[in-house]
């Protein structure tokens, strides 16, 4: 089992930047592919990006490619999604995710594990 907790959502003007945090707690840290996803209201949750157990490779949609970054801390089993430039689109619930399978391509990320979610809002 793995447990996922975010932080770092919140309310936004369009143009800012926001940077959330995914603590993981109950598996080896350093194998495991981390993933981020959003649902914004009324619609399915779609995939934003991933990034291997490695940190080597990371993989963001190109809805958002040039604006996010992924990025992981080891040290403190945390995964991170930097999300700058910020439009009111971009407004959603953010999960992260966590796949049991040790994977070498980002993008080919399926999730097992779920967090809770962090609510972004982006005004205009």
């Known amino acids: 089992q793995v447990q996922l907790v975010e932080s770092g959502g919140g309310l936004v003007q369009a143009g800012g930047s926001l940077r959330l945090s995914c603590s993981a707690s109950?598996?080896?840290?350093?194998?495991?592919?981390m993933g981020w996803f959003r649902q914004a209201p009324g619609k399915e949750r779609e995939f934003v990006g991933a990034?291997?157990?490695?940190?080597?490779?990371?993989y963001v949609e190109d809805s958002v490619k040039g604006r996010f970054t992924i990025s992981r801390d080891g040290a403190k089993n945390t995964v991170y999604l930097q999300m700058n430039n910020l439009k009111p689109e971009d407004t959603a619930v953010y999960y992260c995710?966590?796949?049991?399978?040790?994977?070498?391509?980002?993008?080919?990320?399926?999730?097992?594990?779920w967090g809770q979610g962090t609510q972004v809002t982006v005004s205009s």
């Open positions: 990034i291997t157990g490695s940190g080597i490779m990371t």
């Open positions: 995710a966590a796949d049991r399978r040790t994977i070498v391509i980002a993008r080919l990320f399926r999730p097992d594990y």
């Open positions: 109950g598996r080896t840290f350093s194998s495991t592919a």
